[in-house]
């Protein structure tokens, strides 16, 4: 029922994990996948051709999972005897790279950027119907790229045309972040101080209408951890948020670094790395079910240490298969703020915590993720409402995004828009002619303010 699972199918039925880099997998995937469906039809022999290319010991570009989300759609169809059609499937990316938009970036033209937005992006733009906007780096933390504003002026100016989507009865506004510092509620608290206008957010419905709004990593990471069944997790978190969002689903019974009680980081796991203070973890530490990576700010060769032990006697119990490990979000880094000077002050991401613990096993651990691109963070948005999704129809959505390797590149996946703003972790320098089409954005504008 979900993407995740039918590529799960068509990997065990081509023999082939997905590779980091394209390797062969067989010598007929063709004749392997055309067994699946009882009839031939076009969406077969598509699906044989991509299967083939990603199979390809010299393919270049593998395919996307909007490729074979298409294509699985129509092999559904013809399993349950309907005609397949052709699926139609916007070209998001293309829309804006024309030849003057890649030479505007290419050349850090800024104005110019302004200019093609005015005669053409604006106007589809509008035609949007929801609004999902990424946080950090796009509503905070932001950097103006020209360097005439100072943060808080330019995120002032963010915010009010922010409040203006939000007054347009037509739209609906999302806001969805990697981040999972905080519980929703606390995102809602963070963006009304900084006066976006959600209403009296004092009055508990209007807080309650805020919140559905807001979709952040340790929301998500909670509902997976509830799906899967996951009961004692083992937590690494420098903040109570990703901790109270486990407790609004039952699951209390973790074993985390962060003393909710204190709210502060428990000293006992701001020590070294030693034999004799894991040995005295490992009491705490037997029957976790899960490692869940978060945004942790205390991360340590300790908490790292305990992880991979954890994950390690988990394997040794089961005979080589580990508990899972779970991080909340895949970014590989992130944006604080800025100096002085306007350069940027860099973050270690979340992704790249969750790497730390994965790539101390040979092969690195598989890790599940969560937050953008991932396929979970994207059913939960496209899921109908009465499903326990959000609903969003892909087509007249458009996210609003600082990281191309999030933001952007889950806006391909699920087919939406995706605006690239240039306020936080990447630069125009990044999405140039050779960009991965997967990381290509639909419009780039200097910040949100020029919306």
Same mark, same amino acid.
């Given at each position: 029922?979900?993407?995740? /699972? ?9 023999? /082939? ?37 990603? /199979?390809?010991?010299?393919? #270049?570009?593998?395919? &996307? ?11 559904? =169809? ?36 302004? *200019? ?36 808080? /002026? ?12 939000? $007054? ?15 519980? *929703?509620?606390?995102?809602?608290? =963070?963006?009304?101080? %900084? ?25 998500? &990471? ?5 799906? %899967?069944? @996951? =009961? ?18 039952? @699951? ?7 003393? =909710? ?18 040995? *005295? ?9 899960? #490692? ?15 992880? #991979?032990?954890?994950? $390690?006697?988990? %394997? ?6 580990? @508990? ?31 790497? !730390?613990? !994965? ?40 996210? @609003?995004?600082?990281?191309?390797? &999030? ?6 996946? !699920?087919? %939406?828009?995706?605006?690239? #703003? ?12 050779? &960009?991965?089409? $997967? ?13």
């Amino acid at each position: 029922r979900t993407l995740s /699972a039918d590529l799960g199918a068509l990997r065990g039925l081509l023999g /082939a994990s997905p590779p980091a880099s394209v390797r062969s997998v067989g010598p007929s995937p063709r004749a392997r996948v055309a067994a699946l469906v009882p009839a031939p039809g076009d969406a077969i022999g598509r699906l044989c051709a991509t299967v083939e290319a990603w /199979a390809s010991p010299v393919a #270049v570009s593998p395919p &996307t999972p909007n490729d074979f989300n298409a294509m699985l759609a129509e092999l559904r =169809k013809l399993g349950a005897g309907e005609p397949a059609a052709a699926p139609e499937v916007e070209a998001v990316a293309p829309e804006a790279e024309t030849s003057e938009a890649v030479s505007a970036r290419n050349g850090d033209d800024l104005p110019e950027l302004r *200019r093609l937005w005015s005669e053409g992006g604006q106007k589809k733009f509008d035609s949007m119907s929801t609004l999902i906007f990424d946080c950090d780096g796009v509503l905070w933390s932001v950097t103006d790229p020209e360097g005439r504003e100072e943060p808080e /002026a330019l995120q002032h100016k963010i915010v009010e045309r922010v409040n203006k989507a939000l $007054r347009d009865e037509a739209k609906r506004v999302l806001f969805v972040t990697n981040n999972s510092q905080r519980t *929703r509620r606390g995102f809602v608290e =963070k963006l009304s101080g %900084m006066g976006v206008s959600f209403g009296d957010v004092s009055d508990e419905k209007v807080m309650a209408r805020a919140e559905a709004s807001v979709v952040s990593a340790g929301f998500g &990471t909670a509902i997976l951890l509830k799906q %899967m069944g @996951i =009961k004692r997790p083992f937590v690494l978190t420098s903040t109570p948020g990703l901790l109270e969002e486990l407790d609004l689903v039952g @699951i209390s019974e973790y074993v985390s670094t962060f003393d =909710k009680k204190k709210n502060a980081q428990k000293e006992e796991y701001l020590c070294p790395l030693a034999a004799d203070t894991v040995q *005295r973890f490992a009491g705490d530490l037997n029957g976790v079910d899960a #490692v869940v990576v978060g945004w942790d700010f205390h991360l340590n060769a300790l908490t790292v240490g305990l992880a #991979v032990n954890a994950l $390690r006697w988990s %394997m040794e119990e089961s005979g080589g298969q580990p @508990i899972p490990l779970i991080t909340c979000s895949s970014d590989s880094g992130g944006v604080l703020g800025s100096l002085e000077d306007g350069r940027k002050i860099r973050a270690v991401g979340n992704g790249a915590m969750g790497h !730390a613990i !994965a790539s101390c096993f040979d092969p690195p651990l598989e890790q599940l993720f969560h937050g953008k691109p991932s396929p979970t963070l994207r059913n939960l948005l496209l899921e109908s409402q009465d499903a326990g999704g959000f609903g969003v129809d892909p087509a007249t959505a458009v996210m @609003i995004g600082d990281t191309i390797e &999030t933001d952007v590149e889950f806006a391909n996946s !699920a087919g %939406m828009h995706s605006l690239f #703003v240039l306020t936080g972790v990447n630069s125009l320098a990044d999405m140039s002619d050779g &960009t991965d089409p $997967r990381r290509r954005s639909t419009w780039v504008l200097p910040s949100f303010a020029d919306a």
